[in-house]
């Protein structure tokens, strides 16, 4: 490979860090990413100029095929199926991934691999195979193809352990013996089968989990490449992304309190059902326009949005109701907690979506210990995230996850769709104290009726 | 491959590992989702990767195979960089046109 080509691609890694590094803040977000666009058509730019390539038709018809279809989904996605992009985006990079790596090995005689190339390359397709199916069965889910409680069946575990080990007996025999041509299609195809395996039992409330561990893995197949074809731009792309996929998985675990086994492997919110009993007292029903005249009369308003506010695109009638409310005088805050939603960060895109300033998103420790100060706390379509039986119940199958306190605010409405449990399953003692109401229906629809009512209190 | 190529991209990696836990600990969880589809649409580089395989005319099979990674490559490419600037663009500090003494104020105070 000559030196102009090594220098862009020299180019392209200073460029991608330093638009990482903007992301630290959204003053200087956008300008990041200009500066890893560009990198990204230095390396473009500088690949086209490499002395293998003999034609371009099939480089232009990729690249022009791509861009339509890339350009179409980011202009017309809706910002609440943000994690269903996401889902694909990753099932493409990793294909892309496995793919070169099947090409790789099919063009090379096995023996002139070798050790070091042959484990790249078996890598890359391993984990290319897992996340372009993982990922395909997590967009299925999150667009509700088929239903997002965990598919579980008696032996589930121990098959797909099975499984992964002789996936990862077949990989160890490929590093011995790089020429068993129809072992390494057979991991290939076994790693496919596994990645639908992984995520069938995993139910949708763990998605910012399954979401970042896939971008992890995306990742790291990316890297493998940059290993098999011994590219530096590449090995550094990819180590970048997947070491985001790994911080957002263990944020989101931490987030939860609970293990990234527990979470792959505990098939949640199937078994705790039954474990738990019904909970004492009775739910109290609320009138919008009682709520109307708190809210209205209040000092400081928190909202709680989750997965419920996604669904129901309620984003723009709550900043309605908080417009309605800040020309009162009463201050409003949001509180996000870090798997509020499908994926991480989704209820702070979709608030910023509906005009929102950040500076009024507050994260689980800033936003805390605001609550006993806080005259109404709103909560939209969350369950679990504020399920005090998380702190206060050791036996709760939710015990130590971190939970926004909003038991602790002077009141509590809870926006909800019917009197059912939660997604989990998991009986929510909030709903039960005396200083909670709740309103049921559709979360847009009694937040437009609550604007109307807060205008004429 | 020369064991000195082995090392030096055994380096890169760990290094690259170092500095992405760096600065990606930085990103506050307001922009997460921006984060997760920008290192999507950067990791689209195996794209240069794809390039190659689907121009070089090492044999029809792995033509195919490449054009459909540069394929599926450009939309993460393209599709990543679009759709997280549309979502930055979203992220305000304040509403532009908008006469509320109390924000204002407020704002000052944190500053």
């Given at each position: 490979m000559g030196l102009p080509i090594e220098l862009t691609y020299l180019a392209a890694s200073i460029l991608f860090i330093l638009g990482l590094k903007g992301l630290s803040h959204p003053e200087t977000a956008r300008r990041g990413m200009i500066f890893a666009e560009i990198g990204m058509f230095l390396a473009i730019v500088g690949t086209l100029l490499?002395?293998?390539?003999?034609?371009?038709q099939w480089i232009i018809a990729g690249l022009i095929i791509g861009s339509l279809i890339g350009g179409a989904i980011s202009i017309w996605v809706p910002m609440t199926a943000m994690p269903q992009r996401t889902a694909l985006s990753h099932a493409f990079g990793a294909l892309a991934a496995s793919l070169v790596g099947v090409s790789e090995y099919y063009r090379h005689n096995a023996v002139e691999l070798g050790t070091f190339k042959m484990t790249a390359l078996s890598l890359e397709v391993l984990l290319g195979g897992i996340t372009v199916t993982g990922s395909l069965m997590a967009f299925i889910k999150l667009q509700d193809?088929?239903?997002?409680?965990p598919i579980t069946y008696r032996g589930q575990n121990i098959f797909n352990m099975s499984l992964l080990a002789i996936t990862i007996g077949i990989f160890g025999y490929l590093i011995f013996d790089p020429s068993a041509h129809s072992l390494f299609y057979a991991m290939a195809g076994l790693a496919f089968v596994f990645g639908v395996l992984l995520v069938l039992p995993i139910g949708a409330a763990d998605m910012p989990v399954v979401m970042s561990l896939m971008n992890s893995y995306a990742g790291l197949a990316a890297a493998a490449t940059g290993f098999a074809i011994s590219n530096n731009v590449l090995i550094i792309a990819g180590t970048l992304d997947g070491f985001s996929g790994f911080i957002l998985s263990i944020l989101m675990c931490r987030a939860m309190n609970r293990s990234i086994t527990n979470v792959l492997?505990?098939?949640?919110g199937a078994e705790v059902a039954a474990a738990e009993g019904g909970s004492a007292g009775e739910m109290r029903e609320v009138k919008g326009e009682d709520i109307a005249v708190q809210l209205a009369y209040a000092g400081q308003v928190i909202f709680v949005p989750g997965y419920g506010m996604a669904t129901a695109q309620a984003q723009h009638s709550v900043r309605e109701l908080a417009n309605m409310l800040e020309a009162r005088g009463v201050t409003v805050k949001y509180a996000i907690h870090p798997v509020a939603g499908r994926m991480p960060g989704h209820m702070n895109v979709l608030l910023a979506e509906a005009n929102v300033p950040y500076s009024s998103l507050y994260d689980l420790e800033q936003i805390n210990a605001e609550f006993p100060t806080t005259d109404v706390a709103v909560v939209i379509g969350a369950n679990d995230v504020v399920n005090p039986d998380a702190r206060?119940?050791?036996?709760?199958?939710?015990?130590g996850m971190p939970i926004?306190?909003?038991?602790?605010?002077r009141s509590v409405v809870v926006l909800k769709r019917g009197k059912g449990k939660g997604f989990a399953g998991i009986e929510n003692p909030l709903f039960f104290k005396p200083n909670c109401g709740m309103l049921y229906g559709d979360a847009k629809a009694s937040l437009i009726k609550l604007a109307g009512a807060v205008q004429n209190a | 491959m020369s064991t000195e190529v082995i090392i030096a991209g055994l380096y890169v990696f760990a290094l690259a590992a170092f500095l992405g836990y760096q600065v990606i600990s930085r990103v506050p969880p307001l922009l997460h989702t921006p984060l997760m589809s920008a290192t999507n649409a950067i990791s689209g580089i195996s794209l240069v990767g794809s390039l190659v395989t689907a121009g070089a005319h090492y044999n029809t099979v792995s033509t195919v195979l490449g054009f459909i990674a540069v394929t599926a490559s450009t939309i993460n490419v393209v599709g990543g960089f679009m759709i997280t600037d549309r979502m930055l663009r979203m992220?305000?500090?304040?509403?532009?046109?908008?006469?509320?003494k109390k924000d204002s104020t407020e704002e000052q105070e944190r500053a």
């Open positions: 490499h002395r293998e390539i003999v034609s371009y193809w088929v239903r997002g409680t492997f505990g098939a949640f206060d119940n050791p036996r709760s199958p939710i015990a926004l306190e909003v038991d602790k605010a | 992220f305000k500090r304040q509403l532009p046109v908008k006469n509320d």
